[in-house]
């Protein structure tokens, strides 16, 4: 499955943005799914996960409160909505893809997902 990470911008702090990730090649119903970011000089971290279902969802802490992230297994997208934005937030934004074997399953450690798209950049401006 190939994933593109779109939506990103340069936004005020206290804005909002909604990244999408879109697969092409493979239906996303079988993967769970994560959101990843990357600031200049910091480590990739966690933001969120849903499973393929949809039905189970997990935060990290910066996110939790702030973000939303949904899915459409028929339109075979992976969104991130992020509110409150903060000059923290900014980095480059990744979603990353994983072949679930249950419909609950959740993954917040990179080394677990297989499939990785193109990151978008986010940039809150104070």
């Known amino acids: 499955v190939q994933l593109q990470a779109s939506g990103g911008g340069l936004v005020q702090a206290g804005g909002s943005l909604r990244l999408s990730c879109t697969a092409s090649g493979r239906t996303l119903s079988s993967y769970a799914m994560g959101w990843f970011r990357q600031a200049p000089g910091k480590e990739r971290e966690f933001v969120a996960a849903?499973?393929?279902?949809?039905?189970?969802?997990y935060y990290a802490d910066s996110a939790k409160g702030r973000s939303i992230i949904s899915r459409d297994n028929a339109k075979n997208t992976v969104d991130l909505q992020m509110n409150s934005l903060k000059p923290e937030d900014t980095a480059v934004y990744s979603c990353?893809?994983?072949?679930?074997?249950?419909?609950?399953?959740?993954?917040?450690?990179?080394?677990?997902?297989?499939?990785w798209g193109q990151g978008t950049q986010v940039t809150v401006s104070s």
């Open positions: 849903i499973s393929k279902s949809g039905g189970s969802k």
């Open positions: 990353a893809g994983r072949l679930s074997p249950d419909n609950d399953g959740l993954y917040a450690t990179s080394k677990f997902y297989d499939y």
